[in-house]
């Protein structure tokens, strides 16, 4: 899960281009390399409802931002490690 500092950064990103949490949750997935189920599988969540918020469908809450966002960060950092 993101601590504050980070969720305040992803929400940043989202706020400076004027896109949704969505948006960036999408940019930080395929930067990660990982897939939507990938991230649906490793947040515990469906696939589909995934690419709902991905794509603007559906608003999650705070928590939900974290956990899919704290996975996908998780790969990122270990890729950029590597």
Do not use: C, I, W
């Not at 969720?7 to 989202?14: S, V």
């Not at 281009?17 to 649906?40: N, P």
């Amino acid at each position: 899960m993101l601590n504050a500092k980070e969720r305040a950064l992803l929400f940043g990103m989202a706020a400076q281009q004027e896109t949704s949490s969505g948006e960036a949750l999408r940019h930080l997935r395929v930067k990660a390399g990982l897939t939507l189920q990938q991230v649906a599988e490793g947040a515990d969540t469906s696939t589909a409802y995934l690419s709902k918020v991905e794509r603007g469908q559906l608003f999650p809450s705070d928590e939900y931002v974290g956990k899919v966002a704290g996975f996908a960060a998780s790969h990122l950092q270990s890729r950029v490690a590597a």
